[in-house]
């Protein structure tokens, strides 16, 4: 059988997608009737079973921190990350929302949005944000700037990270201050299990944007080491942003971190980074999985991966 959203979840999926701009800042909400079909069945692995989304709120306010990785082109894994910060808002008194889909350097502009100086034209236009922020990811800002949360840009700039995929982290001694104060202070890369997961994803990209040599098994190392090199610099830059960030908000904060599943599946990238820097603090991971059909989701293969296996119809 499959499980709904709580009516109250249904409730804030729905007004946030259907929340249109008006001239002025101001926003309108549709008035149609909420009479969604499902659209996502949550499976918690420690209890190894399918819960209602009001059990699976209940069970992640609770934590300090909470990862929710994403598949960055599915419509309804954005609605369920919509829906998973306002239930948060609802359940504790204070909340900092963390994004990887804005980089660290543009904090200030993110900053005065958030607090109303600029205007959403101006912020647009120079904080660099996905082609999807429109859509997936503006209400979850829009919605923390009404609440008087706090948006963190987490990521390194892309410009910096492109220069370790090129040079390796040897690069990071010749960056300028300003630069290096972009990138976290400690970067850990070991090749362990989060390398072995990265390497078995890069076989598929052995050819096209490599170099010339990328056929060559010694060329495609090097590539690979360098590429992995560049996901860890991201990794430690989100981690250093979420423990700053958790350390300046009030006690009894939680913190909600949205960013691609492969930085936070199986607790690894972004989360073992912040985890090492907040060692006392609790932590929650979920991770998204599109699926052709919601009646027969693969459990086996997911369960590992979170402590929450969102599984959402995949858009046809």
């Known amino acids: 059988m499959l499980r709904r959203f709580s009516s109250a979840a249904v409730t804030v999926v729905l007004t946030l997608l259907s929340t249109a ?32 989304f009001r059990q699976f709120a209940d069970g992640i306010a609770s934590r300090d921190l909470v990862f929710f990785g994403e598949q960055h082109n599915d419509p309804t894994t954005h609605a369920a990350e919509h829906a998973v910060l306002a239930a948060l808002g609802d359940r504790r008194a204070h909340v900092v929302l963390t994004l990887e889909m804005f980089e660290r350097d543009v904090q200030p502009l993110v900053d005065q949005y958030v607090a109303g100086t600029v205007s959403e034209k101006d912020f647009l236009a120079g904080s660099r944000p996905w082609d999807n922020y429109p859509a997936d990811y503006r209400p979850m800002v829009e919605l923390a700037r009404v609440r008087g949360w706090p948006v963190i840009a987490a990521n390194v700039p892309r410009r910096l990270a492109s220069a370790v995929s090129r040079r390796g982290l040897a690069v990071l001694d010749t960056m300028n201050a300003r630069d290096r104060g972009y990138v976290a202070k400690q970067n850990v890369c070991p090749k362990d299990t989060y390398y072995e997961k990265f390497a078995e994803t890069m076989k598929g990209h052995s050819a096209g944007g490599g170099p ?105």
């Open 212 to 316: 010339p040599t990328a056929a060559d098994a010694a060329a495609m190392a090097q590539m690979t080491d360098r590429f992995y090199e560049a996901q860890c610099v991201k990794d430690e830059a989100m981690g250093e942003a979420i423990a700053d960030a958790f350390a300046r908000a009030p006690k009894g904060s939680v913190l909600f971190q949205v960013d691609g599943a492969f930085h936070s599946d199986f607790g690894l990238g972004t989360v073992e980074r912040a985890k090492r820097r907040l060692p006392k603090a609790s932590s929650v991971v979920i991770t998204a999985v599109p699926v052709a059909d919601l009646t027969k989701p693969d459990v086996a293969t997911h369960a590992a991966k979170a402590d929450y296996v969102l599984f959402t119809r995949a858009p046809r």
């Open 21 to 52: 701009c008006l001239p002025g800042g101001g926003h309108r909400m549709s008035s149609a009737p909420l009479t969604p079909e499902p659209a996502v069945r949550i499976y918690d692995t420690k209890a190894r079973s399918f819960v209602t």
